[in-house]
């Protein structure tokens, strides 16, 4: 046989394809002797030699053949302005050559067709297609100009059922830290209880494939791809996706035990945003046209974004089955109620511009709808209907998305639920068809299609409405937050030292003041459940005074982000060994711990607490039902102060030899407290991490334990004190924290400076914001005891915990808040400066028992001041000083029945740990877990109410 020539001007060889039936192979191949009039060719052998046809205006100068399971050709081509596009053949035709999708007007003669490219992705180079023939395809392509290596190689895949593209970014083994977007999704797994299940084994699936990050692991999840991974040492799992899209994957979560798992749509914040009916931290109030056409993105006027932001708020409500209104309306009613709308392109120009403005046309019947459709289909670039466009609307969404498609008009039809899309394709406007809003996703592209006419791409809308980490802030509260702890340390010491020389004798006395203070307490505030009290709480308001809740303010996954990282699988192995501190330079701590440990000894309150309330389970089975998961919600706390009024006269008594060895404990903590702030941590990425976020041209500090627990609670404060006081608002600006005016008594007692409310204001916010975000650790330290050997909390963990407790929790939310001049109030010998002396006391124990694990653990074998002794001495202890703080604060006389709320519940944790004593056995497990429950709880209710009392005086 004699080879044909097919060409002398091609230029490459596309691919070949199979003719069904036939030995025979067609070929395709680009030709031009002018790159920007390269054409197409399919050619295939007939009965008198080569058949060729050629398709124009494709313009690809690089292009790759690719055949799905029937056999059916796409090309996919780079065009000269570096635009991957996409061919599909339709059918064949009778010599055997593709028939590739078309567009078809059918109201001229002959009737006009145009082939369908798709454009799918600007700024490509080269590009791979995978060769395995299956129903959908991928393609590896380079970006041109990627600033970071993670964006240059990047694999797209169509998703079998949806045919919407995903995607997955090639990372290089190593490369620069930079910032990505993500969608970050915060699964808590609890058991009935409300307690963190760490380590559970739990399954990741999506509705359609796609990439997500879990642990600093990249992952491809999808209905044939399932993810197992494991909780955390919080019980949590962090799922990051892709902020490329504003329809993620849907998340399934499973595990055992869950009944039906938990369904998690990424973008569901931002979904209610754009709806109209939610806000997202990153912006102040509902989404309008005005903040659209300010937000740097918009390509159209002000009057465009209006129309635009109503246009997204109705095709959400029609999704939902809503009706829609006219936006010149002022009532919603019958008269006002549309047919339908129109958004794109006006069909006139403007007269004095010349310009063809994006404009909202409504419709009040079907007539006027049609209408509107019939005067687009004669305009002059009107390219039809495309015929098969639902087959390959994937890759009209993908070109919208990524700006490479321009939408032309979006028709919604109200009454049917449908809209009509018509999108630019070369220079023609091509008709896709109607298309059904029944859900989201379908309002998702209706939103889509209405955004793109005012915005140049959607990727560019995320970029906007993503909850942008300022790290300066963030950064300059940690200083803030490192800064106010020291300073509190000194005044504690100073106060302590004082009152201890006052105290002799004192304690005794006051047992009827103690006695009566119970008594009024237990009258108006612990003879109901502990749960009723989030029902006498005003309502919490975010910045745009809309309710919010605790959790969303305080337990988002932005809030949490650093908490996490500190407990990801990478953190954890690399501090599995870790340096200690200089024991020798700290034997000052360790000889005032042995004399605190050996006058608590003495005092017998262990034994008079065993004697007091006799088998600690069987008692608080009596009065609570530790099988109950809402125990804590229906626990009254008038039992409890009965048992506790038992013991007060002889706490009082004990107390008077525990004075000498507390005043030196707290001196020896405050001498030694920079020394467990600046201990040095190697927790692999975390170090880099945290000198990442660390501003640009400051001195990088290393980790330090002390760093890394105020880095956790800045992320916590500043995102929360935002949330409520509005974005332009950090808690600290500038890193100073406030300056408290420290301890003086005496005569010089008599002329103490003022806080500014302002100040006063951001420390109290932050005591309850740290408060609350502490709790679930509070509830962990709890438990940890009882673990068996195959569960227990590894030694980071249980030092993280102790440690975010003993500085956020017990030291800035106990100590730092009570004190005097916080709370408007002086120092001096008077119950407010008891109340501080008590807190202080307490944060000086918890901070110095995670010194001392991390220094002597063999002396000090816990990190958590209430497990000490093997949980026969830190529950009771922890009870003394919670009591003595309660009383010295109710007896300072709050000002307001909201700050005697605040008092109360901040005291229930301490009052309900004598409950726990000796609970460090698998055997106490359920007596464990029940007061970790009301100890969470009163936290949390606890911190919520100090933030409301603060926002709300």
Not at 531 to 546: Q, V, W
Not at 829 to 847: E, K
Request: aromatic letters at 8%; charged letters at 20%; proline letters at 6%.
């Amino acid at each position: 046989m004699e080879p044909h020539v097919l060409s002398f001007s091609a230029t490459q060889i596309v691919g070949t394809y199979c003719i069904s039936g036939s030995s025979s192979v067609g070929v395709l191949y680009l030709e031009d002797t002018n790159r920007d009039l390269r054409e197409l060719v399919a050619c295939t052998s007939g009965p008198s030699g080569p058949i060729a046809i050629r398709t124009p205006g494709l313009r690809y100068y690089n292009a790759s053949c690719w055949t799905d399971v029937d056999g059916m050709v796409h090309v996919y081509g780079v065009d000269d302005n570096d635009v991957l596009k996409v061919v599909h053949q339709a059918s064949w035709d009778s010599y055997a050559i593709p028939v590739w999708s078309r567009s078809t007007v059918h109201n001229v003669e002959p009737p006009k067709t145009v082939v369908m490219c798709s454009p799918l992705e600007a700024g490509v180079g080269e590009f791979v297609l995978d060769d395995y023939p299956d129903a959908s395809p991928s393609v590896l392509w380079q970006r041109q100009g990627a600033t970071v290596p993670s964006d240059q190689f990047i694999i797209d895949t169509q998703d079998l059922t949806s045919a919407l593209w995903t995607r997955e970014r090639i990372r290089p083994p190593k490369g620069e830290t930079h910032k990505v977007s993500h969608y970050v999704s915060t699964v808590s797994v609890l058991d009935q209880r409300g307690r963190a299940l760490p380590n559970l084994p739990v399954t990741i699936t999506a509705d359609i494939q796609g990439e997500v990050r879990i642990d600093n692991a990249s992952y491809l999840v999808g209905p044939e791809h399932t993810v197992a991974v494991k909780t955390n040492a919080l019980g949590k799992v962090v799922i990051a996706s892709p902020a490329d899209s504003l329809m993620p994957p849907t998340l399934h979560v499973d595990a055992v035990g869950m009944q039906n798992g938990a369904h998690i749509q990424p973008a569901a914040g931002v979904h209610d945003y754009l709806s109209g009916t939610g806000v997202l931290g990153s912006q102040k109030g509902t989404f309008t046209g005005k903040k659209l056409h300010e937000s740097g993105i918009a390509t159209g006027t002000r009057g465009e974004c209006d129309d635009a932001a109503m246009s997204c708020r109705d095709a959400f409500g029609i999704a939902h089955g809503k009706k829609i209104y006219s936006a010149a309306a002022v009532t919603e009613n019958a008269d006002s109620e549309l047919h339908g709308f129109s958004f794109g392109r006006s069909l006139t120009p403007d007269p004095a511009t010349g310009v063809h403005r994006v404009t909202r046309t409504e419709f009040h019947s079907p007539k006027e709808l049609e209408a509107h459709l019939d005067r687009i289909r004669r305009q002059a670039n009107y390219g039809g209907i495309w015929d098969d466009f639902k087959k390959w609307a994937g890759d009209v969404w993908e070109g919208i998305r990524r700006g490479v498609i321009a939408v032309e008009h979006a028709i919604v039809n109200a009454a049917e639920a449908t809209i009509h899309l018509f999108v630019k394709i070369g220079e023609q406007i091509i008709e896709a068809g109607k298309l059904i809003i029944d859900g989201l996703i379908s309002a998702v592209h209706a939103v889509e299609a209405v955004i793109r006419q005012v915005v140049a791409a959607i990727v560019k809308v995320i970029d906007w409405l993503k909850a942008l980490f300022d790290f300066k802030d963030i950064w300059e509260t940690k200083q803030a937050l490192e800064s106010g702890m020291s300073t509190a340390m000194g005044h504690a010491n100073t106060a302590v030292a004082y009152c201890g020389t006052r105290l002799q004798g004192w304690f005794p006395k006051q047992k009827k003041k103690v006695h009566d203070c119970f008594a009024e307490l237990e009258k108006n505030y612990y003879h109901e459940p502990l749960g009723n009290g989030k029902n006498k709480m005003p309502p919490l308001h975010d910045a745009n005074e809309r309710p919010t809740t605790g959790h969303d303010t305080c337990g988002n996954p932005q809030a949490t982000w650093m908490l996490d990282r500190a407990h990801s699988g990478p953190a954890m192995a690399a501090a599995a060994s870790f340096t200690a501190p200089d024991a020798e330079a700290l034997q000052p701590v360790l000889d005032a711990w042995n004399r605190f440990v050996k006058a608590v000894d003495g005092s017998k309150i262990v034994a008079e607490c065993e004697k007091t309330i006799g088998d600690f389970g069987a008692f608080l089975k009596r009065i609570m039902d530790p099988g109950d998961p809402d125990q804590a919600d229906k626990t009254v706390l008038a039992a409890f102060f009965t048992v506790l009024e038992d013991l007060i006269d002889f706490v009082l008594d004990a107390m008077e030899g525990l004075v000498e060895a507390l005043v030196a404990l707290v001196a020896a903590i405050s001498a030694a407290f920079k020394d467990l702030l600046n201990w040095k941590l190697d927790l692999g990425p975390v170090n880099a991490l945290y000198k990442w976020i660390q501003p640009d041209g400051a001195p990088k500090e290393e980790l330090t334990l002390g760093g890394l627990v105020c880095l956790i609670g800045a992320f916590f404060v500043t995102i929360a004190y935002k949330l409520l006081n509005g974005v332009d608002n950090p808690p600290f600006p500038g890193g100073a924290f406030p300056v408290i005016p420290p301890p003086v008594f005496g005569a010089e007692a008599a002329d103490q400076p003022a806080m500014a409310a302002v100040d006063m204001y951001a420390i109290k916010i932050s005591a309850g914001v740290l408060n609350f975000a502490a709790a679930v650790c509070a509830g962990i330290a709890d438990v940890a005891p009882v673990f068996g050997e195959d569960e227990r909390l590894g030694r980071w963990t249980q030092i993280t915990v102790a440690s975010i407790n003993a500085l956020l929790s017990s030291l800035f939310a106990g100590a730092i808040a009570s004190f005097p001049p916080v709370n408007g109030k002086t120092w001096g010998w008077n119950h407010a400066t008891g109340a501080a002396v008590a807190a202080s006391v307490n944060a000086a124990c918890a901070v110095l028992t995670v010194l001392g694990n991390i220094a002597w653990p063999d002396a000090v074998p816990v990190p958590a001041f209430k497990n000490i002794g093997r949980v026969l001495v830190g529950p009771p202890v922890t009870t003394i000083f919670g009591i003595a703080k309660l009383v010295c604060a109710v007896l300072d006389g709050p000002r307001t029945e909201m700050a005697k709320m605040v008092i109360g519940f901040n005291a229930v944790p301490s009052l309900v740990q004598i409950f726990r004593t000796g609970a460090n056995e698998p055997a106490d497990f359920e007596r464990a877990v029940t007061i970790a429950g009301v100890d969470i709880l009163g936290n949390g209710i606890g911190g919520l109410m100090t933030v409301i009392g603060t926002t709300h005086p």
